[in-house]
């Protein structure tokens, strides 16, 4: 079956800015996340959508903001976008709570911010 | 919150050794531990996992045990290959949420 989509892949942007990165997950998940991987920072948790709903935040600005729609994809945006804001965005999907919770990344979509 | 620390940060075996990766967690609650292997370009791949009820588990070279009441658990790869040459991130959390650690760059030497 189809792994987690997620576009754009690669995408360039001017400070100040905004982007919305899209995800589409594994048929049947219904909890998404999304991670923020940079070479200094490892893997940071960024938030994580079940059934519509932020279940989750991690430590970030309000200026990184997600949503989840009823077929399960997941959208996140970043409003004025600064140049630390470069860096490869991860989606994961998983089945729901009862189901345990092996996690499933995307390919990611990497941001240049210039 | 849980806080997973991983080590080494980089690894390199010749062909053919064992190359072993610890990690240690904080949070007692967390009764879920996978691994994942990132290649260059690439999105984190789950390789195994463990979950709390069990103390080892392998899959063909890889294998993953846990120590609960020391609070660590560690990949063990055996006649690594050069196609096992990555990025290796642990992660320890629960149904909702994983942390992850800073991830080991093992180099595999021919």
């Known amino acids: 079956k189809a792994g987690v989509t997620q576009t754009p892949r690669y995408l360039i942007k001017t400070r100040g800015q905004q982007v919305t990165l899209s995800c589409s997950p594994i048929?049947?998940?219904?909890?998404v996340s999304w991670y923020q991987q940079t070479p200094g920072q490892g893997l940071q948790f960024l938030f994580e959508?079940?059934?519509?709903?932020?279940?989750n935040k991690g430590n970030f600005p309000g200026r990184f903001s997600g949503r989840q729609f009823s077929n399960s994809r997941s959208e996140m945006n970043v409003s004025t976008l600064e140049l630390g804001d470069s860096a490869l965005y991860l989606c994961?999907?998983?089945?729901?709570?009862?189901?345990?919770?092996?996690?499933?990344f995307g390919e990611g979509s990497w941001l240049t911010v210039v | 919150g849980e806080n997973v620390e991983q080590h080494p940060s980089t690894l390199s075996v010749q062909e053919g050794d064992s190359a072993v990766i610890k990690c240690t967690y904080s949070?007692?609650?967390?009764?879920?531990f996978p691994w994942y292997k990132q290649e260059l370009g690439k999105g984190p791949q789950l390789i195994i996992d463990?979950?709390?009820?069990?103390g080892e588990k392998k899959d063909q070279r890889i294998a993953v045990t846990l120590n609960k009441t020391a609070k660590h658990f560690s990949l063990h790869i055996t006649e690594t290959q050069p196609e096992d040459s990555a990025v290796y991130f642990c992660?320890?959390?629960?149904?909702?949420?994983?942390?992850f650690g800073t991830g080991t760059k093992l180099q595999v030497i021919p």
């Open positions: 994961a999907s998983s089945r729901d709570r009862n189901s345990g919770n092996t996690i499933y």
């Open positions: 048929s049947g998940h219904r909890s």
């Open positions: 959508y079940f059934s519509e709903t932020q279940r």
């Open positions: 949070d007692s609650a967390s009764n879920y």
């Open positions: 463990i979950r709390s009820n069990v």
């Open positions: 992660a320890a959390g629960g149904y909702q949420k994983v942390t």
